[in-house]
Structure formats: C-alpha cells, structure tokens
C-alpha cells in the first residue's frame, strides 16, 4: 500500500510502491479509483488513472490490487453495455442513476443469473487448453461454449449439468493429484492476445450488405480494414451499417470517445433492429462498449483492448467475430495526453514515437485462426476501425500509421459527403486486398464478380479523366459516346454505389442483388451503344424510361429481385431495339 | 466577509511567479484543482486553482494573472473547494461573471445545492434518442438542418458575418410545434466585445425573454482564465434547470473561438506539449466533455440544447477549431462570405451544412410526411444547379443545354426565395416545405426521383391546384 506523490491530470505517482508490477491495476485515493501503473521507479509508480482525478490529495492511499487489466469473459457478454474498462453501463444506471459517479463499481458479468450449462465431455475424459466442455445457451443467436481455461489442462474429474452462476464451479479437472475447479467465467489479461493453434490467412467474404464493400472493395473474413474520414462523411453511420448487417456470429462495437447521443441512437436501434436472416433482435448478437468523449480519457486505450479480448475469445469458440472502433484517432488522442504528462519525447504532431507500434498490437490481433483444443474449428476477427483525421488530410499520422498495417481502406471523402452522396466511399482511393481471399467465395455467388467489378471500376475512371475536360469545354461539347460514357458513370455512382443506410429496403442488400444490379446497368451501356451506333441521339436514351427503372432497383425487395430484374432486361431489349429500328 | 478560521492551509513559500502560474511549496492536503485565494501584500485576494500538486511543489494557476505578487508577503490560502455554482431556481433573470458571481447589482443567489462545475459524464445507457423537432421558423434550418431536443448544433461563422442575428432570431423564435412547456435560455459570452454581449442582453430584454434567461458574461477585457470557466458555469446552471427543474433548456456559448483561444494561451503557460497550431493536444477532449453535457435522459422531462458559435479563423473550416467542434457536435451551420455578399440573409452554406439528429426530428407527426424526401430533392436540385453555375463561369451559359440552364436558374431561385428571408420573419415548416414545392414545379417533373409518385400528386402546386 502506497500514497500519492503527485497529481498531473490523469497522471499519478505514487510513493512507497515497492513489489508492484508495470500494468498493475491499482486504487487509489479513499473513492478508490482505477488506475493502471505504466511504470516504476525505484519506490515510485507512474501511475495513468482511468478516472477523473479532480480532488485527489497528495498524502492519499494508494492500494494494489496484485492483479492486471483483465476482461470477464463468460456468458453474459452478448447484449451487454460495457464502459472501458467493462464495467456494465445498466448495472451502472441501476446502481447510481444516469450520471457516472467516480470510483463506482459494476462487474462485467451479472454474477446472480444462473446459466444452464450442458457438458460436451464425460468424467475421465482427458482435456487440455481450449477444448470444448460443454455449452450454454446465452441469446437466441449465439451458444455460448465453455471452454478449458489457457494453461490448464487433465483428467475430467466431475462435471456438472444444470443451471450454474458464472462463478460456480461446473467442473473439476485434476492433474497429478492436483484438482483444479472450472467455472462459466475465466478471465484474461486485456493488453495480451489470446493462443491459438495455428494463424490462418484470411479467407471468405464478409457479406455487410453494403454494396460498396461487398462488391467492390471487399472485406475477407480476418481482415483489417480502416475508414478514415473528415467530420460529416459518414464514418459512424458506415461503421453501424457494418455492424448491424455483418453476416458474422457476433460483432462487437467500440465506441470510443465519441458521441453520447449517437451511442444512444445506436443503443436504441439494436433493441428493434432484426437479423435478416434468422429475424431475431440484432441485439442477442452484439456487445457494445461505449467510452463516450466526456468520460475518463485514458479509459479510451483499455476499451480497444477490453473489445479485442472479448472478439477473440468468441473467436475461439470458432466464431467469426467483427470488432469496429469508432474511433481509433481519439484512442490515439489518449496516448498522446498521457505521453504529454510523461513528458515523453513527443514524435509527430505532439503523438508518442510508439503509436504506431500500439496500433499494430491492436490491428495485429485480427485475424484468421486454427483455435486451440477440440474439437478442431475455426475463427475469425475482422477489425474495422474509423479514423478522424484532422482537416480531412489524410497525411497525419494516426491515418498514415494505420495505412500501414492494414489491407483494406474506405477513404471516406468530404466532396462526396458535401454532395450526399453516401457512403462516401471514393472509389478512386479505397482499396482491398483482399480481392484474391474472396475470390472463390464470389465464384460461387457470381462467376462473373471479377469482370463486371472491373468493367464498372474502368468506367468510373473514365468519368473522372472526362469530368477535367468537362470542366474546360462543358457537358454539351462532348462526342456522343462520352456523353452516354458520363450517363452510365452516374447511373454507376447514383443507382448503384449510394446506399440508403434508412430505407427498409435499401440498407441490406444481399450480394446476389448487388451483382446483378450492375449487371443492369452494363448491358443497358451495351445496349445504348448499339443505339447510339445506329443514329439515335443520347437525349434519346437519357429520357427512355428504362433510365427511371433502373434507378429504382433498389428499392425492390431482395427475395423478388432475381424474378424483377429478368422482366427489366427482357423489357429493355425489346424498348431499346425497338427505338433503335424507328429512326 | 472574511472567516479566516475556515482557511485550513496556507502558505507564504512562493518560489516562482510567472505568466499566470504560481510555483509554491508543498501545501499539505491540497486538492487536485481545488480553488484557492492568493493574497496579494497590498489586501487584494485573486482566485487560483492547484494544476499540478506533489510532494515538492504545488503549482497554481492564477485567475486574472500574477501581476502585483511578490514572492515574500503574498499568501496561498486553500478552501478544500473546488470550483462550485451555486444554483437554486432564482438563477433565471440574472446575470453573472465568469466566476459565477452576480453581476447586474442583484444580490446573491440563496443556493439550494452547490455544483462541480465540470459536471459528472451522462452514462450512455441512460440517454434517451433526441427525436423532438425545434421550429426556429428559418428556412435554411428547419427545412435542410433540422434543429432537435438534446442537439448539440453549433454555427461556424466568419468574423464580420451575421451570427449574432440568426442567434437572436433562433433565440426569439425556437418553439416546439404544439407544445407549451417550461423552457429557459442559458446564455453564455465568452471574451466578446461588450457590444456584442448588449446586443444579446438588449434583444433578451426586449422581447420580454429575460426571466427565463441566465447570462454568465466574459468580456474580451475580463481575466482569459475565466474564459475556461464561463461555457462550465453556462452549462451546470443549464443542467440544473433541466435535470433538477424540468426545463427545456436551450444554451448559446459565443464565442467559442475566444475559448479555444484561451486554452491554448494557458497549455503554452504550463509549457505544455502544442499539438497542431499550437493549440494542446487534449482540447478535443476538452470540448467533448462540455459538448457533451446535451441530451435528453430516460425518465427526465428536462433536456438541453447547446448551440455554440464560433468565428472560423480566416473562414477556414479545416482550422483546429471548427474541425475538433465539428468532430465533437452532431452536425454544423456554416455561414457562407459568398452568400452574404450577395445580399442573402440568412447566409447559410447549404452544403456544408450539415444536422446529424435530422432525419429522427422530422416526418410524419413530427414535421410533415414529404418534408425528408423535399429535402433530398432540394438539395439535389441546389447541388446540380451549383455545378453547373460553376461550369458555366468557364464556358458561358449560353454553352449549356436546355434542361442545364433550367437548373441553374433554379439555383438562384432557391437562394432568392427559400434561404434568404427575413430577420424577423418566422416561417412554420410547412411554409418552408411549400416553398420548395414551388421550386420544383420549374423542373422537369420525371427529374424527381427522389419523391415517390404519391407524393408529387399530393404536394406538386399543378396538381394542387387542380384538386381545389
């Protein structure tokens, strides 16, 4: 038990702290507030505190708990509200009402709920780290398996079935004489990644139902990904989309340091929100951490790693888990405040030199795996995380870190945004390269996938080198074929690329009705060149109401698309063929 | 009064004074940014807060400055406080400083509760979805960036551009359609001209909304450090009227860049590490957790509305100030130098201007069941319009097709009559809607995509007027 030295803000040092360890969570002050050491001193711990440190007094305790930073994983984690340091935000809201008092307390797991535990092995079987011993049923949308804790490992000695609170033993397993108790919970260092038998590459589409992504520039199943964006481009509304429509088994969405309303709104949603295909509550598959900007600054850097622990725990059941970060830049914000106090050597803009490396520890941790024990199975963390880069340049450094770690990038662009023009995803300056991982998943889908992707990506850059010519000599100076080359762009970009994230229908489209919507659109510029080859004008094919058809493709809903797009193409064959004989 | 019983602690060992921080020895018991007096050789006593405290020293910073002090006679004293309003319901009608004392003659307020004037964070679990539409009877806003309950809107401005009227014409205008229910103004000056500060105060006076106002007033000539407490005071006499007193409350901080502005002077005085520009690398976090204090709660009547201001430095948006704010609040009213100079009042940006909360404030029983599809229309009518007025600066009008030149034309129509109106004039949203209707009779009508067919019969004027 030590005493504080000094107060800085959220920096604190505290005396007579001999025998701590660094990343020890301490408490300090009578309110008990949380905090971690980040480092020692001789008798002396630096200590970051994750709670706002108003009215601490020098000469006030400071007591170790011998403990590090660890998350509570267990059933009860799907559906809840977790701030960033996992204490539950309801549990919270019951205890000291709608405002968060300091120092107060709320563990991650209800401890009073009894969970009804099924086992998977018998007495006498021998297990090791990882496996399988049995399940509970946690929502409607995920089954919960309970698995043998890392570093443990023997002889079944008894296991139970029946209704068990996270904290009763289930099981007991003994080695060399040795017996160990199992429960539902165990927990697990948040700043560590979790083992896992073997890394895989990543692999399989991760179907969002956003056709930018899916179609163009798609996200494969263990990937990272980075969505950079100026204020009002749409980052936490992509980053709600992915969340609400991933087809994964479970997602996990880090608000951090962000806003409290638009948290709330996202709270509210998933509480009617259903999965398209199962029709369940979004919410029986998703955890939510919210660390808004107002509350304590250095909690931010715990609640990325709090979220990346639970993600790959899910994912060593052998789930496939998406964890997006909103944001990752006000993360960086927190490491820069606390290097301030430090009085660290400031790299870049005032960050720490070591940002870079701690994003990577953060992205490195997706990915595809083999998981430790039996049965065999895979897993998968898919990371996506928003970066708000100052101005909207993306040369600072938290966008250009990122850029270097991850495969994937949606730049979300002002100009686009300013046009509404949403998602405002450029697509002159995303990229994937995850394009070969999905390629047989797409074959499966849509043999053509990689063609017609290309055609449309080739026709969006020929609009861009027209729209610098346009600019000069006007829309009305052009040859016909260029005209009708502007047309299909903008039927690309408008009917195509801008998804509703608020209309019914629109919001989720399933990848079959992206394909073949583009497909639509393409053999229209087939057949309106033919048009335009035999003497009809580009008025002509600009006014033919197959134009408004098409721009209403995606209203239709995806069950009847295939049989309604097959009416629109035989429609348009015959209407456009039959106005090329007229003239 | 002076009880010099209650001071616990002081102290004379004063090692260092410079700009506005004090370096003493340790002060045992000393709390971390408590509030202190710092007496002065000659009797004055001026307000400090303890920055940084340790064993070896304890830093203070000085409210006002350490003119005057001298290193031997003058006097740390520590009240075990941190800095507190205050509040009881007599707080409406009056008007304080930026340390919370009154300042128009009245005498003190009777408190029912002192407040941290920091607040405590609302848990996010316990916010409610702001969804209640707020008419401010312009326009520009109802109609394109629509104002709600719980909204955190502020208005980038220019410096010599009309942000002071809109702000009074909001303040004498907001409603919420079909509802009478308590609500109060939370003003908040920081470093202005005492000319703009009296424009508010005379405008509030005038339309008879004084009693349901509190003012907290920094001038451009009153101690910088105040200018940190001022926009905290605004909001816990805000949150105290909401929370405690069921009120709508609907708080105006201006300026927000004089705020910023004096961050950075006192990071650059404690010799902090500058992040862009100079400014310090946690004024994000600084402004969310003001900005943040908006919201509505579950099972709260009250709620609170922030409309900050603030001058864009050289009207560039990218600016720290203006891009950190924008990061923070839910959506932005940019005033546009183009637009004023072609005489157009109010003289909002349409297109960078931007209401995150809009599309849960509008529609059906909240506004009026075409008003989300008008608005998508207008836009991007007012959009093609503009790029083509664009185009046309290089290659003439004449260059354009016929259906260009109609859309161009359009563009002027829509600056001459749906966003210019008057600074008294206050339109009801249907008005506003109406107007935009008007505008899209020129077009041609199979260039609606954005309004479904049923929408059109109903509201296009040709189809209107045939009904009646």
Redesign the interface.
Known sequence: MGKI????GPLV?A?EMKGSQVYEIVEIGEEGLVGEIIGLEGNKAIIQAHE????????EVVRGTGRILSAELGPGLVGS?YDGLQKS??T??ENT?????RGAKASALPREKKWQFTPRVKVGDAVSQGDIIGTVPETGLVEHKIMVPIGIRGMIKEIRQGDYTVEEPIAWVELDGEVKELTLMQKWPVRKPRPYKQRLDPSGLLTTGMRILDYMFPLALGGKASIPG???TGKTVALQQLIRWAQTHLNIYV?C?E???????V??SFRKLKDPNTGRLLQEKEIFI?N????P?VAREASIFVGITMAEYFRDMGYDVLLVADSTS?WA?AM??M??RLEEM?GE??FPSYMGSRLSTFYERAGMVECLGSPERRGSVTVAGAV?P????FSEPVTQNTLRIVDALYALDVSLA???HFPAISWLTSYSLYVDAVKDWWGKVDPEWEDTRATALKILQQEAELEEI????????LPQGDKLLLLISRMIREDFLQQSA?HEVDTYCVPAKAGLMLKTIIKFYELAQEMLNSGAGIEEIR?SPIV?RI?RMKDIPNEVFEQSVKELWSEMEESLVVSKRVP | MDFPALYVKETRAISRAKGSLLIAESIPGIKFNEIVDVQLSNGEVKSGQAIDISEEATVIQVFGGVSEVDLIRSKIRCKGETLKLPVSIDILGRIFNGMGEPMDGGPAVIPEDYLDINGEPINPAARQPPAEFIETGISAIDGLNALVRGQKLPIFSGSGLPHNRIAAQIIRQATVKGKTEKFALVFGAIGVSYDDASFFMRDIERTGALERTVAFINTASDPVIERISTPRLALTAAEYLAWKRNMHVLVILTDMTNYCEALRELSSMREEIPSRRGYPGYMYTDLATMYERAGRIFGKEGSVTIMPILTMPDDDITHPIPDLTGYITEGQIVLSRTLERKGIYPPIDVFLSLSRMMKEGIGPGKTREDHNNAFMQSYAAYAEGCYLREISTIIGAEALGERDKIYLTNADEFERKFISQGEFEKRKVEDTLDIAWGLFSALPEEDLKLISEELIKRYLPKYRMFKT
């Open positions: 030295w000094r107060v800085s040092i005396d706002d440190t108003l009215g601490l007094k020098v000469g509200i935000l309801l919270l809201v009402g709608s405002f968060i008092r100026g204020f009002g608000g340091g806003r409290g309303n638009e948290m709330a709104d709270l509210y919210a808004t900007s107002n509350m600054v006000r914000e820069r405040e290097g301030g400031p803009e005032g708000s100052p101005g909207a340049d300013n046009k509404r346009v600019r000069l000599v006007g829309p009305e100076a608020y006014s408004y721009s």
